[in-house]
C-alpha cells in the first residue's frame, strides 16, 4: 500500500506553507530520509524528506503554491500506484482555495466551513483563525487576511486585528454598533486614548456635516524601479512593527557607558577560551550575560502585557536579532540566565548560522521574554529600536569607540558605549525601567561584578 506523504509541522504556529521546489521528479525512486521538497514558512526555507522507500508520485501542486501543514502532497509505493484525491492527514489541515482568478488544483479539497463576509462574500479563514476569532467576538469580514496569496485570514492577521484594535468603553461600543461607525475611525479622548460615548457622538456630527469629499489634483507618476511582494518574513515585519507601534506607550531611555573595562575583558576571555572554545566569545554574548543577570534582578522587566493582567515570567529567553538576507530575524536563546558564556555562545552561532542558511525552525523565533539589537557594527552610536511583542522592552546597543572624557581635572580618551532601552510605560514605570538601566551599565563598566551576581 502506498504511504501518504505530506507536509509537516515546522512548529506550533506553522499553519501554512509555501512550496518553493520539488528536488526530484515525479515517479523517481526515493529512499526513506531522502530530501524530495523544499517549502518555505514566514521565517525559513526547509528540506522536507521522504517518509518511506518506493516510486514517488507527486500530485498537483507547483512550486509557489501556498499549503496548509499536513496536507497530503504525493504518495510513496510501487511504480503503478497514483496519487489520488484524498483529505488531508488531519482535519484541521485542509488544502487552501484556489487563489483569486485561478482554479483550484485537481486533488486538492477546498477550504474547510468557509466563512460569510459582508455582501454574502465568502471568507476563507484556518480553523485556528475562526477558533480565536470566536473566542475574541471578532468579525473575521473585518480582518486584512495575508494567508494563501490574501485570500485566507490566518490566525496571526486576527491576532493583528486584537492588537491594533481601539479601546473602548462598554457604552461607546454599543452606540458605534448600532450606528454603524467604525471605531478604528473614531479618536479617543478617554485615558489611554479610549473612545468614549462623547466621542462618537462628535464622530457622528463631524460626518454628517461633510457634504463632498476633498479632490486633490493627482501628482506626476513616479518611476517604478522594483515592486517587493510583502510576503513571508518582510509581511511578518511589516505586520508586527506596525502592532508594536501602534499598541504600546513607547518610552526610550539613553545612556552612555564607559566600556573600557568591557572591551579589556573581552580581549582576555578570548585570548584564553578561543583556541579551547572554538570560537572568540563576542561582545553581543557578554552583554546578554549581563542583561540576563539584569533580568534575574530586576524580574519586573521580564514580563508581557496580556488583556487582563501583567504577567511576570519565571525564564529568561533572550532574543538576540540577526540580519539575514531575508529580513531581519530573532532567533531565542532560552533559559539565558542559566547558560555559562561558553554555552550561551556555542548556541548563538549555532542560530545565527541556521538564519542565514534559512534552517532556524520556527519554535527557535519564539517565546522571546527580552530582546538585544546591536547595530554597533554598522557604526550606530544610538538608535530607537522597536519592542519585538509581546515583550516589555528591547536594548539597542550601538558602536563602542574611543572618546575623550573628564576625569577630575583632566580629560582621557576611554571605550565609550550608547544603550537605549526602549519599554512599554503601560507595564512598567520610567524610574523602575532607568535602574534596570542603570544596572546594565554598572555590570558593563566594571565586568568582574558579574561574579557577584
Do not use: C
Amino acid at each position: 500500500m502506498a504511504e501518504e506523504f505530506f507536509i509537516p509541522k515546522l512548529g506550533q504556529t506553522v499553519e501554512e506553507v509555501t512550496l518553493v521546489s520539488w528536488l526530484v521528479e515525479d515517479g523517481a525512486k526515493v529512499i526513506q530520509g531522502q530530501a524530495v521538497m523544499e517549502v518555505e514558512t514566514d521565517k525559513a526555507i526547509f528540506p522536507v524528506e521522504a517518509n518511506a522507500r518506493g516510486v514517488i508520485h507527486i500530485g498537483p501542486f507547483k512550486a509557489g503554491m501556498v499549503l496548509p501543514v499536513l496536507t497530503v502532497v504525493a504518495v510513496i509505493g510501487k511504480p503503478e500506484d497514483k496519487f489520488e484525491r484524498k483529505a488531508s492527514a488531519s482535519a484541521e489541515a485542509t488544502p487552501e482555495p484556489a487563489r483569486a482568478g485561478s482554479a483550484a488544483p485537481e486533488g486538492a479539497s477546498p477550504a474547510a466551513a468557509p466563512v460569510q463576509g459582508p455582501e454574502n462574500e465568502k471568507l476563507f479563514a484556518s480553523p485556528r483563525a475562526r477558533k480565536l476569532a470566536d473566542e475574541k467576538n471578532v468579525d473575521l469580514g473585518a480582518v486584512s487576511p495575508t494567508g494563501y496569496g490574501g485570500v485566507r485570514v490566518a490566525e496571526r492577521d486576527v491576532l493583528a486585528y486584537l492588537a491594533q484594535a481601539p479601546k473602548v468603553t462598554p457604552v461607546a461600543q454599543r452606540i458605534a454598533a448600532e450606528s454603524g461607525i467604525d471605531l478604528r475611525t473614531v479618536s479617543g479622548t478617554g485615558p489611554g486614548g479610549r473612545i468614549l460615548k462623547e466621542d462618537i457622538a462628535r464622530h457622528s456630527q463631524t460626518e454628517a456635516s461633510i457634504t463632498m469629499p476633498a479632490v486633490s489634483a493627482p501628482g506626476p507618476q513616479a518611476e517604478i524601479l522594483e515592486r517587493i511582494p510583502l510576503k513571508g518574513v518582510r509581511a511578518i515585519i511589516v505586520e508586527r512593527m506596525a502592532a508594536s507601534v501602534h499598541t504600546t506607550a513607547r518610552v526610550t531611555l539613553v545612556t552612555e557607558v564607559d566600556a573600557t573595562e568591557f572591551v579589556a575583558a573581552r580581549t582576555r576571555i578570548k585570548e584564553k577560551v578561543e583556541k579551547d572554545w572554538g570560537f572568540a566569545p563576542g561582545y553581543n554574548d557578554l552583554l546578554a550575560r549581563i542583561v540576563a543577570a539584569a533580568l534575574r534582578h530586576f524580574p519586573y522587566m521580564n514580563a508581557r502585557l496580556t488583556p487582563d493582567a501583567i504577567e511576570i515570567l519565571g525564564h529568561v529567553n533572550m532574543g538576540m536579532a540577526v540580519d539575514t538576507e531575508r529580513g531581519l530575524l530573532v532567533p531565542v536563546i532560552r533559559d539565558a540566565d542559566q547558560k555559562s558564556l561558553r554555552q550561551f555562545g556555542a548556541e548563538f552561532r549555532t542560530m545565527v548560522e541556521q538564519a542565514r542558511n534559512n534552517r532556524l525552525m520556527p519554535d527557535n523565533l519564539t517565546g522571546g521574554t527580552f530582546t538585544i539589537t546591536n547595530l554597533g557594527m554598522y557604526d550606530v552610536d544610538a538608535f530607537t529600536p522597536v519592542i519585538n511583542l509581546p515583550e516589555l522592552a528591547i536594548l539597542g546597543v550601538g558602536r563602542i569607540a574611543p572618546k575623550p572624557v573628564a576625569r577630575g581635572e583632566g580629560v582621557v580618551v576611554r571605550q565609550m558605549l550608547t544603550l537605549s532601552l526602549v519599554f512599554d510605560h503601560r507595564l512598567v514605570d520610567g524610574a523602575p525601567a532607568a535602574r534596570f538601566l542603570q544596572y546594565i551599565k554598572q555590570l558593563i563598566e566594571e565586568p568582574y561584578l558579574l561574579l557577584a551576581v
